[in-house]
Protein backbone atom coordinates (compact mmCIF):
# COMPACT_ATOMS: atom_id res chain seq x y z
CA UNK A 1 0.00 0.00 0.00
CA UNK A 2 1.23 3.47 -0.59
CA UNK A 3 -0.41 7.02 0.64
CA UNK A 4 -2.34 6.62 -2.55
CA UNK A 5 -4.14 3.88 -1.17
CA UNK A 6 -5.43 6.27 1.85
CA UNK A 7 -6.73 8.57 -0.19
CA UNK A 8 -4.18 11.05 -0.26
CA UNK A 9 -2.78 11.82 -4.10
CA UNK A 10 0.93 13.67 -3.68
CA UNK A 11 1.14 14.23 -7.35
CA UNK A 12 -1.83 15.77 -7.47
CA UNK A 13 -1.01 17.96 -4.49
CA UNK A 14 1.98 18.80 -6.54
CA UNK A 15 0.71 19.96 -9.77
CA UNK A 16 -2.17 21.93 -7.93
CA UNK A 17 1.08 23.78 -6.73
CA UNK A 18 2.12 24.44 -9.81
CA UNK A 19 -1.42 25.70 -10.95
CA UNK A 20 -1.83 27.89 -8.84
CA UNK A 21 1.85 29.51 -9.30
CA UNK A 22 0.96 31.82 -11.54
CA UNK A 23 -2.43 33.49 -9.10
CA UNK A 24 -0.03 33.71 -6.26
CA UNK A 25 2.73 35.51 -8.11
CA UNK A 26 0.22 37.93 -9.38
CA UNK A 27 -0.25 39.54 -5.64
CA UNK A 28 3.21 40.08 -4.91
CA UNK A 29 4.74 42.87 -3.80
CA UNK A 30 8.15 44.88 -4.00
CA UNK A 31 8.42 43.50 -0.59
CA UNK A 32 8.19 39.70 -1.03
CA UNK A 33 11.33 37.96 -1.26
CA UNK A 34 11.62 34.32 -2.78
CA UNK A 35 8.31 32.69 -4.49
CA UNK A 36 5.89 29.74 -3.50
CA UNK A 37 7.46 26.57 -2.58
CA UNK A 38 9.58 27.31 0.79
CA UNK A 39 8.50 26.03 4.33
CA UNK A 40 8.02 29.92 5.10
CA UNK A 41 7.04 33.13 3.53
CA UNK A 42 9.16 35.82 3.57
CA UNK A 43 8.53 39.59 3.94
CA UNK A 44 10.44 42.76 3.94
CA UNK A 45 8.98 45.76 6.42
CA UNK A 46 8.25 48.50 4.50
CA UNK A 47 10.69 51.69 4.94
CA UNK A 48 9.64 54.82 6.08
CA UNK A 49 8.20 53.78 9.69
CA UNK A 50 9.35 55.37 12.37
CA UNK A 51 7.51 52.94 15.52
CA UNK A 52 6.02 49.85 13.35
CA UNK A 53 3.19 48.21 14.91
CA UNK A 54 1.96 44.72 13.11
CA UNK A 55 -1.21 43.78 13.48
CA UNK A 56 -2.66 41.04 12.54
CA UNK A 57 -6.00 38.68 11.81
CA UNK A 58 -7.46 35.11 11.00
CA UNK A 59 -10.88 33.97 10.12
CA UNK A 60 -12.80 31.35 7.82
CA UNK A 61 -15.71 31.65 5.96
CA UNK A 62 -18.29 29.51 8.39
CA UNK A 63 -21.02 27.81 6.31
CA UNK A 64 -21.48 29.98 3.18
CA UNK A 65 -18.96 27.16 1.47
CA UNK A 66 -21.84 24.87 2.15
CA UNK A 67 -23.86 27.15 -0.23
CA UNK A 68 -20.64 26.73 -2.45
CA UNK A 69 -20.38 23.37 -2.57
CA UNK A 70 -24.09 22.39 -3.45
CA UNK A 71 -24.05 25.12 -6.44
CA UNK A 72 -20.34 23.90 -7.57
CA UNK A 73 -19.80 27.38 -7.64
CA UNK A 74 -16.29 28.71 -6.24
CA UNK A 75 -15.23 31.73 -7.35
CA UNK A 76 -16.38 34.71 -4.94
CA UNK A 77 -15.37 32.88 -1.44
CA UNK A 78 -12.08 33.12 -1.82
CA UNK A 79 -12.51 36.67 -1.63
CA UNK A 80 -14.81 36.43 1.36
CA UNK A 81 -11.71 34.55 2.84
CA UNK A 82 -9.11 37.43 2.57
CA UNK A 83 -12.24 40.19 3.35
CA UNK A 84 -12.87 38.93 6.35
CA UNK A 85 -9.43 39.40 7.57
CA UNK A 86 -8.11 42.72 6.06
CA UNK A 87 -11.10 44.24 6.99
CA UNK A 88 -10.28 43.52 10.72
CA UNK A 89 -7.04 44.45 10.58
CA UNK A 90 -8.03 47.81 8.52
CA UNK A 91 -9.89 48.73 11.84
CA UNK A 92 -6.50 49.85 13.86
CA UNK A 93 -5.76 52.10 10.18
CA UNK A 94 -3.11 49.12 9.32
CA UNK A 95 -2.29 48.67 5.65
CA UNK A 96 -2.33 44.79 5.00
CA UNK A 97 0.84 43.57 3.86
CA UNK A 98 0.38 40.12 3.43
CA UNK A 99 -1.65 37.07 3.97
CA UNK A 100 -1.58 32.87 4.22
CA UNK A 101 -4.28 30.78 3.52
CA UNK A 102 -4.92 27.16 4.51
CA UNK A 103 -7.58 24.35 2.70
CA UNK A 104 -8.00 21.65 4.07
CA UNK A 105 -10.30 18.95 1.68
CA UNK A 106 -11.35 14.96 1.89
CA UNK A 107 -10.26 14.57 -2.27
CA UNK A 108 -7.84 17.10 -3.92
CA UNK A 109 -9.77 18.53 -6.89
CA UNK A 110 -7.99 20.94 -8.75
CA UNK A 111 -10.77 22.46 -10.62
CA UNK A 112 -12.17 22.92 -7.61
CA UNK A 113 -9.82 24.65 -5.51
CA UNK A 114 -8.04 26.15 -8.64
CA UNK A 115 -11.38 28.83 -8.43
CA UNK A 116 -10.57 29.06 -4.97
CA UNK A 117 -7.34 30.57 -5.20
CA UNK A 118 -8.52 32.76 -8.00
CA UNK A 119 -11.20 34.18 -5.46
CA UNK A 120 -8.07 34.26 -2.97
CA UNK A 121 -5.64 36.06 -5.31
CA UNK A 122 -8.36 38.89 -6.09
CA UNK A 123 -9.20 39.14 -2.99
CA UNK A 124 -5.46 39.82 -1.78
CA UNK A 125 -5.17 42.06 -5.10
CA UNK A 126 -8.06 44.16 -3.98
CA UNK A 127 -6.35 45.14 -0.63
CA UNK A 128 -2.86 45.29 -1.87
CA UNK A 129 -1.87 42.78 0.15
CA UNK A 130 0.70 39.58 -0.80
CA UNK A 131 -0.23 36.02 -1.09
CA UNK A 132 2.25 35.01 0.65
CA UNK A 133 1.91 31.56 1.00
CA UNK A 134 -0.58 28.55 2.27
CA UNK A 135 -1.10 25.13 2.94
CA UNK A 136 -3.25 22.40 1.38
CA UNK A 137 -4.61 19.46 3.34
CA UNK A 138 -5.91 16.07 1.81
CA UNK A 139 -7.93 14.58 4.55
CA UNK A 140 -10.21 11.64 3.31
CA UNK A 141 -12.26 10.33 6.03
CA UNK A 142 -12.56 14.18 7.52
CA UNK A 143 -14.10 15.47 5.01
CA UNK A 144 -16.23 14.22 2.72
CA UNK A 145 -15.35 14.40 -1.21
CA UNK A 146 -15.94 17.64 -2.40
CA UNK A 147 -16.11 19.24 0.91
CA UNK A 148 -13.93 21.35 1.62
CA UNK A 149 -12.60 24.12 4.47
CA UNK A 150 -10.70 27.28 4.53
CA UNK A 151 -9.15 29.68 7.14
CA UNK A 152 -6.97 33.00 6.36
CA UNK A 153 -3.91 34.78 8.47
CA UNK A 154 -2.87 38.46 7.62
CA UNK A 155 -0.42 41.22 9.00
CA UNK A 156 -1.02 44.48 8.24
CA UNK A 157 1.56 47.00 9.73
CA UNK A 158 0.61 50.87 11.04
CA UNK A 159 2.87 53.69 12.46
CA UNK A 160 2.20 53.68 16.31
CA UNK A 161 1.10 56.78 16.33
CA UNK A 162 -1.70 56.42 14.02
CA UNK A 163 -2.77 53.39 15.08
CA UNK A 164 -6.75 53.58 16.03
CA UNK A 165 -7.61 52.00 19.64
CA UNK A 166 -10.69 54.03 20.85
CA UNK A 167 -8.93 56.22 22.68
CA UNK A 168 -9.18 59.30 19.99
CA UNK A 169 -13.04 58.82 19.74
CA UNK A 170 -15.27 61.82 21.65
CA UNK A 171 -18.72 62.06 21.75
CA UNK A 172 -20.48 64.02 19.02
CA UNK A 173 -18.23 61.98 16.52
CA UNK A 174 -20.78 60.57 13.38
CA UNK A 175 -20.34 57.16 12.30
CA UNK A 176 -20.42 56.78 8.79
CA UNK A 177 -21.90 53.57 7.24
CA UNK A 178 -20.70 51.86 4.16
CA UNK A 179 -22.84 49.82 2.22
CA UNK A 180 -22.03 46.19 2.08
CA UNK A 181 -22.86 43.73 -0.65
CA UNK A 182 -25.32 41.67 1.27
CA UNK A 183 -24.47 39.61 4.37
CA UNK A 184 -21.35 39.07 3.32
CA UNK A 185 -19.77 35.92 5.46
CA UNK A 186 -22.09 36.02 8.24
CA UNK A 187 -25.81 34.39 9.19
CA UNK A 188 -25.54 31.88 6.39
CA UNK A 189 -26.83 28.93 9.20
CA UNK A 190 -29.85 31.20 9.42
CA UNK A 191 -30.09 32.09 5.55
CA UNK A 192 -29.48 28.04 5.51
CA UNK A 193 -31.74 27.10 8.08
CA UNK A 194 -34.68 29.92 6.29
CA UNK A 195 -34.05 28.38 2.51
CA UNK A 196 -34.50 24.70 4.27
CA UNK A 197 -37.39 24.77 6.47
CA UNK A 198 -39.33 27.16 3.57
CA UNK A 199 -39.10 24.44 0.90
CA UNK A 200 -37.04 27.09 -0.97
CA UNK A 201 -34.22 25.96 -3.96
CA UNK A 202 -31.15 27.84 -4.38
CA UNK A 203 -32.10 28.49 -7.50
CA UNK A 204 -35.48 30.22 -7.02
CA UNK A 205 -36.27 33.81 -8.02
CA UNK A 206 -38.20 35.62 -5.41
CA UNK A 207 -40.02 38.89 -6.35
CA UNK A 208 -37.65 40.68 -3.54
CA UNK A 209 -34.42 39.62 -4.54
CA UNK A 210 -34.77 41.77 -7.98
CA UNK A 211 -33.93 38.65 -10.36
CA UNK A 212 -31.48 37.03 -8.57
CA UNK A 213 -31.55 33.46 -7.44
CA UNK A 214 -31.26 32.59 -4.09
CA UNK A 215 -27.87 30.87 -4.36
CA UNK A 216 -26.49 34.09 -6.58
CA UNK A 217 -27.96 36.75 -3.96
CA UNK A 218 -26.07 34.90 -1.09
CA UNK A 219 -22.54 33.77 -2.37
CA UNK A 220 -21.81 37.66 -3.29
CA UNK A 221 -18.50 38.36 -2.23
CA UNK A 222 -17.75 40.32 0.51
CA UNK A 223 -16.77 44.12 0.24
CA UNK A 224 -12.89 44.93 0.60
CA UNK A 225 -12.66 48.01 1.98
CA UNK A 226 -8.88 48.77 2.30
CA UNK A 227 -7.73 50.43 -0.36
CA UNK A 228 -10.72 53.77 -0.05
CA UNK A 229 -10.37 53.46 4.00
CA UNK A 230 -6.68 53.91 3.40
CA UNK A 231 -6.82 56.51 0.78
CA UNK A 232 -9.39 58.44 3.43
CA UNK A 233 -6.36 58.18 6.12
CA UNK A 234 -3.91 59.80 3.52
CA UNK A 235 -6.43 62.35 2.09
CA UNK A 236 -5.92 63.68 5.80
CA UNK A 237 -9.81 62.70 7.08
CA UNK A 238 -9.53 62.84 10.83
CA UNK A 239 -11.05 59.34 11.18
CA UNK A 240 -11.03 58.34 15.26
CA UNK A 241 -12.70 54.65 14.72
CA UNK A 242 -13.15 51.95 12.79
CA UNK A 243 -15.52 49.05 12.67
CA UNK A 244 -15.77 45.99 11.35
CA UNK A 245 -19.39 44.79 10.89
CA UNK A 246 -19.62 40.85 11.27
CA UNK A 247 -20.87 38.37 13.26
CA UNK A 248 -23.31 39.81 15.94
CA UNK A 249 -24.32 43.09 13.77
CA UNK A 250 -24.02 46.16 14.54
CA UNK A 251 -25.48 45.94 18.16
CA UNK A 252 -22.16 43.60 18.49
CA UNK A 253 -19.43 45.42 16.64
CA UNK A 254 -20.17 48.91 16.30
CA UNK A 255 -19.32 49.46 19.71
CA UNK A 256 -16.46 47.51 19.99
CA UNK A 257 -14.22 50.35 18.65
CA UNK A 258 -15.75 53.04 21.31
CA UNK A 259 -13.67 54.74 24.19
CA UNK A 260 -14.75 54.56 27.84
CA UNK A 261 -17.99 55.76 29.22
CA UNK A 262 -19.27 56.23 25.36
CA UNK A 263 -22.43 54.69 23.71
CA UNK A 264 -23.19 54.89 20.15
CA UNK A 265 -26.90 55.57 18.96
CA UNK A 266 -27.71 54.89 15.10
CA UNK A 267 -31.01 55.35 13.50
CA UNK A 268 -32.15 52.61 11.62
CA UNK A 269 -33.87 54.84 8.82
CA UNK A 270 -30.66 56.18 7.81
CA UNK A 271 -29.23 53.52 5.10
CA UNK A 272 -31.25 51.68 2.16
CA UNK A 273 -31.47 48.48 3.62
CA UNK A 274 -31.27 45.66 0.72
CA UNK A 275 -34.11 43.66 -0.08
CA UNK A 276 -32.61 40.53 0.64
CA UNK A 277 -32.75 41.29 4.55
CA UNK A 278 -36.38 41.77 3.71
CA UNK A 279 -36.92 38.40 1.94
CA UNK A 280 -35.01 36.29 5.12
CA UNK A 281 -36.99 38.22 7.35
CA UNK A 282 -40.20 37.93 5.83
CA UNK A 283 -39.41 34.18 4.43
CA UNK A 284 -38.00 33.22 7.93
CA UNK A 285 -40.52 34.77 10.22
CA UNK A 286 -37.41 36.26 12.18
CA UNK A 287 -37.96 39.49 14.00
CA UNK A 288 -36.24 43.08 14.00
CA UNK A 289 -34.20 42.33 16.98
CA UNK A 290 -32.51 39.05 15.93
CA UNK A 291 -31.73 40.34 12.23
CA UNK A 292 -29.73 43.24 13.45
CA UNK A 293 -28.22 40.61 15.68
CA UNK A 294 -27.54 38.61 12.73
CA UNK A 295 -26.88 40.06 9.74
CA UNK A 296 -24.91 43.46 8.57
CA UNK A 297 -28.23 44.51 7.30
CA UNK A 298 -26.74 46.57 4.68
CA UNK A 299 -23.91 48.25 6.56
CA UNK A 300 -20.67 46.15 6.22
CA UNK A 301 -17.62 48.41 7.72
CA UNK A 302 -17.92 51.89 9.79
CA UNK A 303 -15.91 54.87 10.20
CA UNK A 304 -16.29 57.21 13.23
CA UNK A 305 -14.72 61.09 12.41
CA UNK A 306 -15.69 64.39 13.78
CA UNK A 307 -19.38 66.07 12.56
CA UNK A 308 -17.14 68.71 10.52
CA UNK A 309 -15.92 65.75 8.42
CA UNK A 310 -19.18 63.91 7.50
CA UNK A 311 -19.66 65.44 4.04
CA UNK A 312 -15.93 65.46 3.04
CA UNK A 313 -16.17 61.93 4.12
CA UNK A 314 -19.24 61.04 2.45
CA UNK A 315 -18.16 61.95 -0.80
CA UNK A 316 -14.98 60.25 -0.81
CA UNK A 317 -16.37 57.10 -0.14
CA UNK A 318 -18.98 57.40 -2.77
CA UNK A 319 -16.30 58.54 -5.21
CA UNK A 320 -14.92 55.18 -4.98
CA UNK A 321 -18.40 53.70 -5.60
CA UNK A 322 -19.41 52.40 -1.97
CA UNK A 323 -22.52 54.42 -1.01
CA UNK A 324 -22.15 55.74 2.41
CA UNK A 325 -24.51 57.00 4.64
CA UNK A 326 -24.11 59.32 8.12
CA UNK A 327 -25.77 56.47 10.71
CA UNK A 328 -25.83 58.05 13.60
CA UNK A 329 -23.68 59.46 16.66
CA UNK A 330 -21.15 58.72 19.74
CA UNK A 331 -23.36 60.07 23.22
CA UNK A 332 -22.14 58.92 26.67
CA UNK A 333 -22.68 55.55 27.57
CA UNK A 334 -21.36 52.33 28.62
CA UNK A 335 -20.74 50.65 25.66
CA UNK A 336 -24.04 50.00 24.28
CA UNK A 337 -25.92 50.45 21.11
CA UNK A 338 -28.89 52.75 21.21
CA UNK A 339 -31.28 52.19 18.25
CA UNK A 340 -33.24 55.47 17.38
CA UNK A 341 -35.39 57.77 15.29
CA UNK A 342 -33.14 60.66 14.56
Known amino acids: MDYRDAGVDVEAGRAFVDQIRNLVHSTFRPEVIGGLGGFGGCFQLPTGYKEPVLVSGTDGVGTKLKIAQILNRHDTVGIDLVGMCVNDVLTSGA ?184 WLAEAGSVGAEAMYNTFNMGIGFVVILPPHEVEQAINHFQSQDIPAYAIGEVVTGTGELIMGNG
Not at 210 to 215: D, K, L, P, R
Not at 244 to 259: A, D, M, S, V, Y
Not at 267 to 278: A, D, L
Request: net charge negative; with cysteine; proline share 4%.
Open 95 to 278: EPLFFLDYVATGKLDKEQLTQVVAGIATGCKLAGSALLGGETAEMPGFYQVGEYDLAGFCVGIVEKSRMLDGSQVQVGDVAIGLASTGVHSNGLSLVRKIVSNGGFSWNDNPDLLNGETIGETFLKATRIYVKPVLAALKAGLEVHAMAHITGGGLPENLPRCLGTGQAIKINPNSWTIPSMFQ
